[in-house]
């Protein structure tokens, strides 16, 4: 245990990634007493970056999306330094890249219809718009009132063919889901589409761990407690691997842990990331590339040092590719694919390393109602995380500023 750790606080945060430093700042602007126990030597959880020979490689393809309420609210995104990438997406059809954008910007429809005959029809690029405008304009408590299904059954009802939906969204939204069977629920769908259309997604120049040190940034040092795992919670009580015990007022989980009986386990969906280096990009912009060849392997790659110079070293560019599910299939299978997506030869690229991340981002199957699970369980026991609201950054941390608020409130 660390030397400082107290015996005591009003509150005890159990973990540190986004959803426990969302309600660390919030239990900290409360004028609460807290302090914050996290397993690992880092804050960030599943947020992280690691630096390899002058590459930034992020823990798994994850962006920002500077639509996300929470995100704005709670971090300075000029202080970030964001690099968007270019909005909207690149389809390898045959020997074609079709581009396709999904936006509120005046022109993009007209410039996605010519795109129709290589990609679905136009009634399907009118009708996928439709979709994006409703989604974009309406207010999300009337999103999340209407009846819900799976995101297959809700792409199906917009009236988008089997072929739109097999070459463009299926590629897409497995990538972003981790959920090739697009079994998510419509409600979740219905904030990615509104989210995407809004903002823009972007990286920060220093990888995605600035996120989780910017949102630490204002809280004390000294309530943030590293390499502290927990062996037991109880109503009142933290108890640490190494014995020792914090007694609390309250306590919150902000972890996907076996830790509070009443809450199951969320079934994670899993993520497998390829990074390559290459003297030349494969292609000259940011902009995610997806296979509408239907060869069902790559979710989605992208050169990530185009959007951001700063993930690679000079003279290098840097390639992000996901793979969704468990089975991570062999680097050279994967590279046969870039070259075909990207239509260049891949002979001379350099594999970096392969990110598996078998709990990527949790299930989130019909029905997930308003997207707003109950975080707080009794006898002062509260929970936090993505799990509890939507499976995304905004997620994680407007789950945790709600948990804190459930917490102040039953303090007072």
């Known amino acids: ?8 606080a009003d509150v005890v945060i159990v973990g540190g990634g986004l959803a426990g430093l969302a309600a660390a700042r919030r239990l900290h602007r409360a004028g609460l007493d807290w302090v914050l126990v996290e397993s690992a030597d880092r804050l960030g959880g599943r947020v992280a970056t690691d630096q390899v020979d002058g590459y930034r490689l992020d823990r798994g393809f994850q962006v920002l999306n500077t639509a996300y309420p929470r ?9 970030l330094d964001l690099c968007p990438f270019t909005p909207g997406v690149l389809v390898r ?16 429809l007209g410039a996605s219809l010519g795109a129709a005959s290589r990609l679905g029809s136009r009634l399907d690029l009118v009708r996928f718009a439709a979709l994006v405008a409703r989604d974009a304009t309406l207010p999300p408590a ?15 009802q917009a009236g988008l063919s089997h072929a739109f939906v097999e070459e463009l969204a299926r590629p897409f939204l497995s990538g972003v889901l981790a959920d090739r069977s697009l079994e998510t629920s ?11 259309a809004r903002g823009r997604i972007a990286v920060p120049a220093a990888g995605m761990a600035a996120l989780p040190a910017a949102v630490a940034a204002p809280l004390p040092a000294d309530r943030l407690h590293l390499s502290a795992p927990v062996g037991a919670v109880a109503p009142g009580t933290v108890s640490l691997v190494d014995g020792a015990v914090v007694r609390a007022r309250a306590v919150l989980v902000a972890a996907a842990t076996d830790l509070l009986p009443a809450v199951p386990m969320p079934r994670m969906h899993a993520l497998t990331t390829y990074y390559h280096a290459s003297p030349e990009p494969p292609l000259a912009e940011p902009t995610l590339v997806l296979d509408g060849d239907r060869r069902e392997l790559v979710a989605n790659t992208v050169v990530v040092s185009a959007a951001a110079p700063s993930y690679a070293p000079p003279g290098q560019a840097l390639i992000s590719t996901s793979v969704v599910g468990p089975d991570a299939p062999p680097e050279p299978v994967v590279r046969a694919e870039l070259a075909r997506l990207y239509g260049v030869s891949a002979a001379g690229w350099t594999h970096l390393t392969t990110v598996p991340i078998p709990a990527a981002l949790p299930a989130a199957p019909p029905p997930q109602g308003r997207l707003r699970k109950p975080v707080a369980l009794g006898e002062g026991l509260f929970v936090a995380g993505d799990h509890r609201d939507s499976p995304s950054i905004q997620g ?3 789950s945790g500023w709600r948990a804190a608020g459930a917490v102040v409130r039953s303090l007072r």
Do not use: K, N, Q, Y
């Open 142 to 156: 009337r999103l999340l009132a209407a009846p819900e299904t799976t995101t297959a059954a809700a792409l199906s």
């Open 1 to 8: 245990m660390p030397a400082d750790l107290p015996g005591s």
């Open 71 to 79: 995100l704005a609210a709670l971090v300075d995104l000029a202080a």
């Open 396 to 398: 994680a941390l407007a």
């Open 93 to 108: 059809r045959g020997p074609d890249l079709v581009r396709l954008a999904a936006s509120l910007r005046p022109g993009v």
């Open 186 to 196: 419509s409600h979740v769908l219905a904030m990615i589409v509104r989210s995407f």
